[in-house]
């Protein structure tokens, strides 16, 4: 044993030289030189901080690896779903989060639609930024295409907590929010906000996303006890100005008859008057010109004499597109590596696992579309460039996404984009050569 008087003038010693005292202290005790090598030295606080610095910068870079196996799952070990979902925000908004430091996205991307061309065919699906508050951002994340909403009428607290879920082994959520929403005021107040800020900027800007070859859209909801036409109208009134695009959201499974609006005597009634007010209007504030094509978004729940009668409504109506999917309230728990009660929460399940359920129905409306000129947009379980050749290549126009992105982190767009444009050069092709390839 090493005397008490011994050990403490070891520990004075090991304290002030953290860094190299172990060692020697160590030494004067053993002869063995063997255990001495294989003693290492603690690392300073001068090490620490170079790594953490370097870890820092790295992931500055969007696409860093930092960013989906570091970060992302520290903020999901640390929050629930919901907490997850608005600190994501609020570090888009704060100017908090990783850049993309080079992207400039190659001509094999482009896409040609509503007469106007998009840079890349990947899109943020509304439900992410409901209330607008991140539309800049997202682009600067690569994204040719981005969707806010839903947004309501009135504003409305959505359903009580908790009502956002993770299934993270199988990189999938489930939830109800109910179209919690700030409102046409508020929303409408800040786009205001940014078009004039950034029409001062760029004068001679030809979209709503005030990026060259992007589109913003709006996605429109209604209140929980609003009115199933006139919520739409009201919607198209305050947004048909600021908007490169509109999408009527009557598949979103949280709010209650909502879906029944899938029915198609009432969603030919409602699109044929959305159409209406959509023709009525002055212009859009960037191209009075121009007035904003209508989609609808539908559901991925649906027998195929369903989707055939809204692909009907929709040609009836003279819409310009429809988007599947929604979320799902399937359950494939034979698919689900998540086991427990929390996969039968009620709400919509999006992720991983939708999309076989989403492209199944995707190829349905296809056969009952293709002889039309509506524009399809495929969404639902999107997490990869190969996930995307799919969907363009039964009849997807463009693609969007949403939970991978909380999965997968900001370099998402640009790696799906690198991901698709490698195979289209394989194949020697285009995104719009490839669009509707499986119908020949």
């Known amino acids: 044993m090493i005397p008490l008087q011994a050990t403490r003038r070891l520990s004075t010693r090991f304290l002030a030289h953290p860094s190299v005292s172990f060692k020697r202290c160590f030494s004067q005790k053993t002869s063995s030189t063997t255990l001495q090598s294989k003693i290492l030295p603690l690392p300073s606080s001068t090490f620490i901080l170079v790594v953490a610095l370097g870890l820092g910068a790295y992931s500055l870079d969007a696409r860093s690896a930092a960013n989906e196996y570091i970060w992302c799952p520290l903020i999901r070990f640390f929050t629930d779903a919901e907490e997850g979902h608005k600190l994501g925000i609020n570090f888009l908004k704060s100017g908090v989060y990783p850049r993309l430091f080079s992207d400039v996205d190659d001509p094999v991307l482009k896409v040609n639609v509503f007469g106007k061309t998009l840079s890349n065919p990947v899109g943020m699906a509304a439900g992410f930024d409901k209330h607008g508050e991140v539309i800049d951002p997202l682009f600067n994340l690569g994204f040719g295409y981005v969707e806010i909403g839903s947004i309501t009428p009135l504003p409305q607290p959505g359903n009580p907590l908790p009502r956002f879920f993770r299934l993270s082994q199988d990189e999938a959520v489930i939830n109800r929010y109910g179209f919690n929403s700030v409102g046409h005021l508020q929303v409408l107040t800040d786009l205001k906000r940014r078009f004039t800020k950034l029409h001062v900027q760029n004068p001679n800007a030809n979209s709503n996303s005030f990026r060259d070859e992007k589109m913003l859209a709006i996605n429109l909801g209604k209140n929980k006890t609003g009115d199933e036409v006139d919520d739409y109208i009201k919607g198209v009134q305050n947004f048909g100005p600021y908007a490169d695009a509109l999408v009527i959201n009557v598949s979103s499974p949280n709010t209650p008859g909502l879906r029944d609006l899938q029915n198609e005597a009432k969603l030919t009634n409602l699109l044929t008057k959305v159409v209406a007010e959509r023709n009525n209007l002055e212009g859009e504030l960037i191209d009075s010109t121009r007035k904003p094509p209508i989609l609808v978004k539908v559901a991925p729940d649906l027998t195929e004499p369903e989707i055939k009668s809204i692909a009907q409504s929709a040609k009836d109506a003279k819409i310009d597109g429809i988007i599947l999917s929604n979320t799902t309230i399937q359950r494939p728990v034979d698919q689900l590596i998540t086991k427990g009660s929390i996969v039968q929460e009620t ?94």
């Open 347 to 440: 709400g919509g399940l999006s992720g991983k696992p939708l999309k076989p359920i989403s492209l199944k129905a995707f190829r349905i409306l296809r056969k009952y579309t293709k002889d039309s000129d509506l524009v399809l947009v495929g969404c639902g379980g999107i997490s990869n460039g190969k996930d995307a050749i799919e969907f363009a290549k039964a009849g997807a126009t463009y693609i969007e996404l949403y939970t991978a992105f909380a999965y997968k982190g900001p370099g998402l767009a640009r790696k799906i984009k690198d991901e698709i444009t490698d195979e289209l050069k394989r194949e020697g092709k285009t995104w719009m050569e490839i669009v509707g390839s499986d119908d020949k």
